[in-house]
């Protein structure tokens, strides 16, 4: 299977303030959580694999993947990195998190278990810029974020991810911000903005996805909705844009990765930011049946899936130094939660921005 990388240059046609993007490092839980964590021990070295240079600014440039391209998602082979019955058992005993959950998702208050374990458990290999969404007051908070590699994720059967297992939080596509970009938080080792990338949801829905185990070097199968326990070693894809280990280049390694100072945040830094995101409204969230997509979306023009191979990253394994960022302020303006329209279960609408 081909992977398919896209640029996608990002506008909105309504100008305005410059926005801010929360960087949240892969072990912190981060403001205003649905539920303690459940996510599982990190499967290992987590440094962001590079993608394909492209030109533009960080601003309003980011780069789309498939959410069925082989190796864009990691773990350990026969573990699950969340625990979804967890999941399920925080989010049921507080019907008011419950139902600003599924109004989140676009789905009833009482199919929330049910979705959650239609959902597979992965790990990102990329730094992802999704919209977060924290729980204030009885109602969603909405933000965007950047997640890190190594962030343990629960994924749609199109590969979108639609939950973060360290907050219990629902995630939803990115929207793009008004004006330039403010990161906020603190940049981990190897951080570049050109590195982001966004999810794209796979244009159909995925029956297994190819994944990588960091630790073993093996290559293996995760059928869609499953916790581990069915995994199958595969292997490896004949074409992927990612390197298996993050200090070698695509196709290099066949056997475990070599060891990286460069491995996801386990620590709480940051915690949270040192002003809460703005809530949504304040009326109690409803339980739409399926999202729409976001009001005023930005436009986007793509270039040509990428062909060539992306440059390995440095050898000594630490990364560049990360960018830096903005002191960590209240946000100015961030997007509300999507308002989903009739349907059944969340649709897989790709991002509207970033």
Known sequence: MAAVVLTVVLTRPDGGSGGEVFLQAAGSTGPDPYTPSTARTSSGATTPTPLPSVSGTAANVTQAVQGSTPGLYGGTRNVSSCDVEKQITALTADPGKNSAFASVLGIDPSGV????RSLTPVQLRLDTRVTNHGYRNGAPTSFQAVLQAGTAVLVDDRGVPRVRCACGNPLLPPVAVKGSVKLMGHAWPGYRSSNVAVVEPAPQAVKAFIMF????GDWFRRDAGDTGGHDRKTAPPSKTIFSPCPSQPPGASTGPC?????SASTSASPESPSSEPPSASASSPTAPSSPSSVSSPPTTATVPPSTGAPPPPPASGTGPAPESVAPQSAPESVATPARPA????PSADGPAGV
């Open 258 to 262: 070599p060891p990286t100072s460069a």
């Open 213 to 216: 185990d960091p630790r073993s």
């Open 342 to 345: 009739s349907g059944g279960t």
């Open 113 to 116: 278990p049910g979705y959650l």
